[in-house]
């Protein structure tokens, strides 16, 4: 009996193996890369052309009416070049996002679970579910469809239910990771949720939870907005409703906090940030948003109708303020914008401060901005329109992204910012 004979795959004829290679999803295209010299010849073609964005800037990732659900949309502003990647189940168009870092996204399913999945690459894990949290049970209505009971402590006799979808509309509003998810346990995501803004935090692998309580060094269970994590001392700063900071140390048996400013009582703090410049100061960026009324309705689905308060509120930003933050003072010292040195801002569910000096498209001292309004993203209408476009501090007024004309991006999931990375 002859043994069988197999074709050697690798002498393929370079145009041949090129176009087998544009037909293949972008998760799969960096799979054939890895195969022998002649593929990765031939991946590295193909990837010029599928993936036109070659620095690491900050890319917006969205959903686009032209595509199917599961397809989203990475646009670079630095480059005007954008590509399409699919995206694991569940679809894109379906999921909520709540945060991003390290080139991945956190976003919330139709069930209210949360996952991290990396678009590039399609890799995804599923981290805690909602009923890993300390006062959210499952339960069925009755007509036998999943809900899930909210108890609260000021009125723990009278718990909130929600439908399984809406609730991470109402529950979750920011997730920070410490690294790249592919780091496995190493990986720290902290959960900033309500109904109090309460903090949680688990490893990548835990099956619940661990709610942040109070103790002699962290001040309060409850109050906390948004946080950032800090590559250079492994702490993550979180900000308070007073808008004070305090680092978060979770590398420990048991968090540690420290306050590194005082309460600021010179503006609402609901739409505040903490960011890192690369010169090593903090600071605390504050967004004015406000709500107007539109000539006409939003049009919103059938099955979102009476989830919408009014469909012609629409959220805008209306100011931004700079500050740095003075540690040793303990204090906020008010900046300009030639404060940020000829950097870009990018603010939303993640910010982040990029030098412009490799990037002539992108314009310095300014902030590009995508709209990441908790309260209004999920009390108002999930279908308003979001913004996104560049704030200019001279001018004091939002300036559209005019590559972004021909490839609008849909309201839902809010559009994002990540740096796209295959880690």
């Not at 309260?375 to 560049?390: A, F, K, L, P, V």
């Amino acid at each position: 009996m002859e043994a069988a004979v197999y074709p050697d795959w690798s002498g393929l004829p370079e145009d041949l193996m090129i176009m087998v290679m544009r037909g293949l999803d972008i998760p799969d295209l960096f799979c054939a890369g890895t195969v022998c010299a002649p593929w990765y010849a031939a991946c590295s073609a193909v990837r010029r052309v599928r993936i036109p964005i070659t620095d690491a800037s900050p890319c917006l990732l969205y959903s686009c009416a032209a595509d199917d659900p599961d397809t989203a949309t990475i646009y670079s502003p630095s480059s005007g070049a954008s590509f399409k990647v699919r995206l694991p189940a569940p679809s894109f168009r379906s999921r909520h996002v709540v945060g991003a870092g390290h080139g991945w996204v956190v976003t919330a399913d139709e069930a209210s679970n949360l996952q991290a999945v990396n678009p590039l690459t399609g890799a995804q894990v599923d981290l805690p579910p909602a009923t890993g949290l300390h006062h959210v049970q499952a339960a069925s209505d009755e007509e036998g469809r999943p809900v899930y009971i909210v108890y609260n402590e000021v009125h723990p006799d009278t718990p909130a239910v929600y439908a399984a979808r809406e609730l991470r509309l109402y529950l979750y509003n920011r997730a920070c990771l410490s690294c790249s998810p592919s780091a496995g346990r190493g990986c720290v995501v902290l959960l900033l949720h309500q109904d109090e803004g309460e903090m949680s935090y688990a490893r990548l692998g835990d099956d619940r939870w661990t709610l942040i309580t109070q103790n002699e060094t962290v001040p309060w269970k409850f109050g906390y907005r948004t946080a950032a994590y800090n590559e250079k001392d492994g702490l993550f700063y979180v900000l308070t409703h007073q808008c004070s900071i305090y680092t978060l140390d979770l590398n420990g048996p048991s968090p540690i906090a420290r306050k590194i400013t005082q309460k600021a009582t010179l503006f609402y703090d609901r739409n505040s940030c903490i960011v890192f410049a690369p010169w090593g100061d903090i600071l605390h960026v504050y967004r004015l948003a406000l709500l107007r009324t539109l000539a006409s309705s939003v049009q919103v689905p059938a099955e979102w109708a009476q989830d919408v308060i009014d469909p012609r509120l629409e959220s805008y930003t209306d100011g931004m303020e700079l500050y740095k933050v003075d540690i040793d003072c303990e204090k906020l010292v008010k900046m300009s914008s030639l404060d940020l040195q000829g950097h870009a801002l990018f603010l939303g569910f993640n910010s982040m401060l990029l030098s412009t000096k490799d990037f002539p498209r992108l314009k310095p001292n300014c902030a590009y901005l995508t709209d990441d309004n908790w309260e209004q993203i999920g009390s108002i209408n999930i279908y308003c329109c979001r913004e996104i476009g560049m704030w200019n501090f001279e001018k004091e007024a939002l300036e559209s992204l005019a590559d972004l004309h021909s490839s609008v991006p849909l309201n839902w999931p809010p559009p994002i910012w990540i740096t796209p990375s295959l880690c």
